[in-house]
């Protein structure tokens, strides 16, 4: 294959891959989303992961064609440029998503923590108060 062979080769597994890179962005925006609301996040987080793994299945199958383009030493033409630049883009937007998704576990974290020692200490209270009343002569 020729170089220029090769970069159309890497030209559309980019594509392939910004299409997956989309779908898992949305997720991970979706996941930072339903984590804040105290919604249920596993069904966003299978689907950001199965995007992921197919992007990866693409880059694989394209490793080939894209190294020796590489190899070649040219410069990337300004589709590639551009179809790269969209990459890192969603790249760093699905990273800013995750950060997000990240603080909001914790703070829901942090929120449950309170609610807890407040279940745990409601519940010695109970038992003690029954204590106390079980041991009331009648």
Known sequence: MSPDDDE?????????????????????????ESLRQGGDYDALLAEMLGHLDAAAVVERRNREARERW???GLAPGQELAGLLDVVGELLSRMSAALGEAERAAAAQQRGLAPRLDALISGERMRRAYGEVRDARPD
């Open 70 to 72: 590489r190899l070649a």
């Open 8 to 32: 159309a080769v890497f030209r559309q597994a980019l594509r392939d891959e910004i299409d997956h890179y989309r779908r898992a962005a949305a997720a991970a925006e979706a996941l930072g």
